[in-house]
């Protein structure tokens, strides 16, 4: 149980295009997704939560207008890089939990590696 | 806000030695710890958590005790293995609402035959 799908798992896409990546809980309802960004051989760096029905919360740093997020349902977040740049170029990784407690577990998607030319 | 202190990796081991990666967290309030590993281009997968002091949390011969007075979850194996090559990134949940776990640095670990 408790599993969080991506898609897609790699995309690679021409500068100034707009690329969506998809996150989906299969077998549960998500109240709340994150999403990350990661570089090579770094950390996580969240980029944003985001509730259902709700706008988006970006963390400092992070454009909105760039990284859209939009929360659906329960069990979608779609997360989209307009006008990509080569810099966007990055491993994104969303995460959804249930419910609203910050103890409760995160899980994890397997992650989207975007390339932009 | 919450923050994590991982030792610097990499960390390379022969296999079937003894692995030691140590994290102190700084969290207010009761946190949850967990361990996540990444593989190789994967996402995170939760390894083992811990909800309470002197907890210890465990999977796949893994261990890790919660220990507040020290404010540590060290992660341990008694005998790793080649397949336990990957990243582990040490975090602790917060309780005062809605907030996402916040990773450090992460530890590469290299294990070799």
């Known amino acids: 149980g408790a599993v969080v799908s991506q898609h897609p798992s790699w995309v690679i896409c021409k500068s100034g295009t707009s690329v969506k990546i998809e996150c989906r809980s299969l077998d549960f309802q998500a109240t709340t997704m994150f999403w990350y960004r990661q570089f090579p051989k770094q950390s996580l760096m969240l980029m944003a939560t985001s509730n259902e029905g709700s706008k988006a919360t970006y963390e400092q740093g992070v454009e909105k207008d760039k990284f859209l997020i939009n929360h659906a349902s329960l069990t979608l977040s779609t997360l989209t890089v307009t006008s990509a740049h080569p810099e966007d170029s990055s491993f994104y990784i969303c995460?959804?939990?249930?419910?609203?407690?910050?103890?409760?577990?995160?899980?994890f998607g397997p992650g989207t590696r975007l390339t932009v030319l | 806000g919450n923050s994590v202190t991982q030792m610097e990796g990499p960390v390379t081991l022969s296999e079937e030695a003894f692995l030691t990666i140590n994290c102190t967290y700084t969290a207010t309030g009761y946190p949850s710890l967990f361990w996540y590993v990444q593989y190789p281009g994967e996402g995170l997968q939760l390894l083992l958590k811990?909800?309470?002091?002197?907890d210890k949390g465990s999977n796949k011969g893994f261990e890790a005790t919660y220990r507040k007075e020290t404010t540590s979850f060290h992660l341990e194996k008694g005998s790793v293995q080649v397949s336990d090559s990957a990243v582990y990134f040490c975090a602790p949940s917060s309780n005062s609402g809605n907030t996402p776990l916040v990773f450090g640095k992460g530890t590469r670990l290299s294990v070799i035959a």
């Open positions: 811990a909800t309470k002091a002197d």
């Open positions: 995460s959804a939990r249930v419910g609203t407690s910050g103890n409760n577990e995160q899980f």
